[in-house]
C-alpha cells in the first residue's frame, strides 16, 4: 500500500504561479512513475505529467512550456511547479503514484483556481 498527500494548491491569478507537492508514503520502494492529473467540473479526469524513476519526463500539449515535474526520490515525493497560469487550468490536481506491477494509487486531490 502507498499512501499519498498532496498540498500547494490554491487561488491564484491568471499569468501566476503554484507549486504542488505530493509526498508517499508505506510501501514507496515499489514506485516506478510519479505523477499528476487534474479534473475540472464536468469534465473527465486528464493525464497532465509524469515522471519515472530514472528521471524521464512526459506533458500533455497544453502544459509544456508552463508546468514542470520533479522529483525526490529519496523524500519520496512528486512537485509540479505550474507557471503562467490560465482560467482553463482550474481543476482538482491529484497525484498518482505507479508501482512495478503497474498498479496506481492516488490522492486526496488540491484544488486549483485561476482567477481573477
Known amino acids: 500500500q502507498v499512501h499519498l498527500v498532496e498540498s500547494g494548491g490554491g487561488l491564484v491569478q491568471p499569468g501566476g504561479s503554484l507549486r504542488l507537492s505530493c509526498a508517499a508514503s508505506?510501501?514507496?520502494?515499489?514506485?516506478?512513475?510519479m505523477g499528476w492529473y487534474r479534473q475540472a467540473p464536468g469534465k473527465q479526469r486528464e493525464w497532465v505529467a509524469d515522471m519515472t524513476r530514472s528521471g524521464s519526463t512526459h506533458y500533455t500539449d497544453s502544459v509544456k512550456g508552463r508546468f514542470t515535474i520533479s522529483r525526490d526520490n529519496a523524500k519520496n515525493t512528486v512537485y509540479l511547479q505550474m507557471n503562467n497560469l490560465k482560467p482553463e487550468d482550474t481543476a482538482v490536481y491529484l497525484c498518482?503514484?505507479?508501482?512495478?506491477?503497474?498498479?496506481?494509487?492516488w490522492g486526496q486531490g488540491t484544488q486549483v483556481t485561476v482567477s481573477s
Open positions: 498518482y503514484v505507479r508501482n512495478q506491477f503497474h498498479y496506481d494509487y
Open positions: 508505506g510501501s514507496t520502494g515499489s514506485i516506478n512513475i
